[in-house]
């Protein structure tokens, strides 16, 4: 039986992203197998509804206005695009839609009323809606919630201790914020972080301890390989060691065994081995489509071969159960 532990030390973290790296795998891929379904991988699709001119200066990413990125700059999408592109995905076997705005954080204005309304739509799709639009305040959780999203995404991505060098314009204390908020309107949290930063093994382990030692561990924990873009202060970072990566889906595993871990940004740079490797360590989420956000993901057709040659099953929604916003719907399907 699996016992969610709420109280890891660093030194306990640590110990276990330090061991040899095939025991390593071999005790995250024993945790996987006690969950059943373990050959189950959620596929999750990206749509960029609000794309580049954000505010904030996180030094990884391409759609900060200050940087000079080859970024075409799209206003808020309309619903019946979102629509459109939420089936297509559903037809390929998503059975989560991820919606991501490059904004600091949600003002009440007519944006708003506009994303609420896709949440709106998505979720008739009988799909699982998920949505990243920077902070939130308890009240447009709420909104969020009531309108029928199922889960929140917004990324720790490093430790507390080497923020302030990836982002200055807010602070750890304002995610951590938002993702009390989150949980308030009782939405599913999903969170993670990015490898490949130049953060050490101790700023991964800080960060994932944060993640573990929440009141609930998040439903979804993305680890993103960064992608370095070209016009980012990040742009010559060099591409983490797959090895690096395997260790952090197979600690994040360990310590988080109900989570589901996503394999985030950076399988582009993949081989299917490297990939085949992530799954086994315990990774059992990815985001698929030609297109992260920004960036190119590996094509649609690619990954299906993979599944295929792998004998992975893509997971179908709410396999979880639904979550209260979401309950009058399962009484009546
Ligand atoms: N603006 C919102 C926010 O920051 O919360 C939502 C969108 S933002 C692009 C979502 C996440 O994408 C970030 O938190 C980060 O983890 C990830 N991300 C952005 N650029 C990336 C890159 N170049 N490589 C890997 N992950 C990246
Ligand atoms: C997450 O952790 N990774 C996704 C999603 N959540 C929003 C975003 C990855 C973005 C990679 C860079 C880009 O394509 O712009
Ligand atoms: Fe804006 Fe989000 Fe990119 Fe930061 S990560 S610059 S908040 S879109």
Not at 166 to 177: A, Q
Not at 237 to 265: C, D, F, G
Not at 293 to 320: C, I
Request: net charge negative.
């Amino acid at each position: 039986m699996q016992v969610l532990k709420h109280d890891w030390t660093t030194d306990e973290i640590l110990t276990i992203y330090n061991k040899p790296f095939l025991d390593l795998v071999y005790e995250a891929a024993t945790i996987q197998r006690e969950n059943k379904d373990y050959n189950e991988v959620q596929i999750s699709s990206l749509i960029s509804i609000k794309t580049g001119g954000c505010a904030e200066d996180c030094s990884y990413c391409p759609q900060a206005a200050r940087y000079h990125t080859d970024l075409d700059v799209q206003a808020l999408m309309q619903v019946n695009q979102v629509v459109d592109a939420a089936v297509k995905a559903k037809e390929g076997g998503a059975s989560r839609l991820c919606m991501g705005a490059a904004w600091r954080e949600v003002r009440d204005n007519r944006d708003f009323d506009r994303v609420i309304d896709m949440v709106k739509a998505v979720n008739e799709l009988d799909m699982e809606v998920c949505c990243t639009l920077g902070m939130l305040t308890e009240n447009q959780a709420q909104r969020l919630a009531d309108a029928g999203l199922y889960a929140y995404n917004h990324n720790l991505d490093t430790s507390e201790e080497d923020y302030k060098r990836i982002i200055t314009t807010r602070t750890y204390d304002d995610r951590l914020n938002t993702i009390k908020n989150v949980r308030k309107a009782k939405l599913t949290v999903c969170s993670g972080g990015i490898v490949g930063l130049g953060e050490t093994v101790e700023d991964r382990v800080s960060m994932l301890q944060t993640l573990a030692n929440m009141e609930k561990h998040p439903e979804s924990v993305p680890i993103n390989a960064l992608v370095p873009v070209k016009g980012t202060p990040l742009e010559n970072q060099p591409l983490i060691p797959i090895w690096e990566m395997v260790r952090m889906i197979a600690t994040a595993r360990i310590i988080m065994p109900k989570s589901v871990v996503r394999l985030s940004a950076g399988r582009n740079e993949m081989s299917t081995l490297e990939q085949a490797f992530c799954f086994m360590a315990g990774a059992n989420s990815i985001f698929a489509g030609d297109k992260l956000l920004t960036t190119p993901n590996p094509a649609f057709v690619d990954d299906m071969a993979m599944f295929e040659l792998l004998g992975l099953k893509s997971r179908e929604a709410f396999k979880n159960g639904r979550p209260d916003n979401l309950k009058k719907k399962e009484l009546t399907t």
